[in-house]
């Protein structure tokens, strides 16, 4: 009893002056992250500030650094505009994004899966053909992309906005390093037990890939989300516009008014910042993985 | 050479209990690469040999027969005195201009802030979550912002400016090269901490002995970075900065939002020209031309990095 414990002492009395040494080191790198932070933190600040002023509180000389007369007047005006909808595009945007992120995420695992785990003719040769195509650029496939979304008469509706991305080959990449990481006993098992492969797929491989799963499907509907110039040019009609490229199109007609300017990229953000408090840990994990693979 | 060892035991083993191995079987990996393969070659294969042949054609969305010029929209580019000569290198000087102010801005603001954050510290959460947070926003959003903060007579900088030095409004957004202050300044605020959470997992990754031994050895922390962190983190930095100079080449609503290319086009992006030309000016087959040239140097950009970035890794590790 009295062999093991003996270090003890010792181990404790070790870090005892580190606290002392440490706090004045730590003091000044606290200090300096708070005043990035703030700096950081500054834009959002005047953001809301200008979005809770009146006109002319929000251009009155010298600047009102807080609302003085806080009022609410700009989101109400902006949210019955008749020039366009907030709410309108924000659904857009979510359906754009949700039915992108559930089609990209269905065909990139069928993709991931024989790619991974099955041996055919041809296997190797198809990954890397399609993994090539990540080096073109897409400024090549813009213009040709619109045209044909002309052809299809699909200008102006959410088609143009899902489909030409939705056979994305990153997370085909991704997916396929993931899947070849699951041990093949359990595979075997349920082979045993008469299960198809796409019971395989849907059963054992999804849900055991789903950090992975999880990870594309952020990054699929993020990108979806934020996406401008595609929507920006494939859809003029103010009432099938998203979020991004409706805000936009607001802004040059307020581009004047600052409270009213303020009120709607605020309420532009507001969704964004809901789904980052949401997928956080898998947006830094899933960044931290993939952006490390060597 | 991804594969492991032992599948292609196993895999015969699994072939021979299987009797009903036929046609059926044969064909099954290649249903599940279907669709998503019909999808790949509508929209990924085919559009760039159709946007070869547009750029070969005078496009006319109007009538039903395009008319065969061969390469002159792509010789036009090279021919000075054609307007689209003139603002087609103009804009991609302005985007290369972007490129190399913001690029090395990003790489090193990334670097620093994920050191600050790189040991445990009050509030680190807090702080990685407010430097990532702009990231998340829509460059639309992000754009209408940064044109508030930097307004010729009110913006909050200008303010401040007064505030601090009593000094006059700067009419940032109206003055030839003060017009990217605004754009740089919104791109790194906007981007950086993506590029510091990349950073701060390849820190996580250093091992704490070699500080530790190099304190020991009285290393001041100007030496251990230089000699401990800064070498090791040679392979992240050069793929953050590849990845960041490609996306910076991309230049488009930033500019767009923020200045609308202006003053006098000295703001636009050669992407926001391509698009211009396009679907304003009528020019398609010009702009798929554009889209195919300005294509092929990021293709030969990203060759040329990405060998540098496979001889630099194999050489440090």
Known sequence: MSAPGTPVPGAQARPRPRPRRRFPREVPRFLLLCVLAALFLAPVYWMLSTSLKSEADAIVSPVQWWPLHPTLDNYREVLTSPDGNILRWTWNSL???????????????????????MRFPGRDTWFWFILSSLMIPGIVTLVPTYIM?????????????????????????????????IPRELEEAAKLDGASSLLIWWRIILPLSLPA????????????????????????????????????????????EYGKLMASTTLAAVPALIAYLIAQRFLEAGLSTTGLKE | MTDHAPQPARHAARRGDAPRAGAAARAEPYLYLLPHALLFFVFTVYPVGYGLYIGMHRWDLLSSVQSFVGLEFFRNLFVPGTPQFDFFWRTLLNTALFTVVSVPLLVAAALGLALLLQRPIFGRTFFRAVFFLPGVLTVSVMGILWRWMFDNQIGLVNAAREALTGAPPIPWLSTEGLAWVPIVVGTVWWTVGFNMTLYLAALSNVPASLYEAAALDGATPGQQFRHITWPLLAPQTLFVFITT?????????????????????????????????????????????????????????????????????????
């Open chain 2, 245 to 317: 100079a490609l996306a910076s080449f991309q230049l488009f609503g930033q500019s767009l939002v923020i200045t609308a290319g202006g003053p006098n086009r000295s703001t636009q992006s050669v992407i926001q020209y391509i698009t211009e030309e396009g679907f304003t000016n009528n020019q398609i087959s010009s702009a798929a031309a554009m889209g195919f040239v300005f294509g092929l140097m990021m293709l030969i950009f990203t060759a040329a990095q990405f060998g540098l970035m496979a001889r630099d890794v194999k050489g440090t590790s």
């Open chain 1, 95 to 117: 359906v754009v994004a949700l039915t992108f992120t559930v089609l990209h995420v269905l065909l990139c695992a069928l993709t991931a899966y024989p790619l991974a785990r």
């Open chain 1, 213 to 256: 799963v999880v990870t594309l499907a952020v990054f699929a509907f993020m990108g979806s989300w934020n996406n401008f110039l595609w929507p920006l040019y494939t859809v003029t009609d103010v009432d099938k516009m998203t979020l991004p490229v409706g805000i936009t199109t607001f802004s040059q007609r307020y581009v004047t």
């Open chain 1, 149 to 181: 979304m002309l052809n299809f008469g699909w200008i102006n509706s959410y088609h143009a906005l899902i489909w030409p991305g939705v056979s994305g080959v990153f997370g085909v990449f991704l997916l396929r390093q993931f899947f070849q990481g």
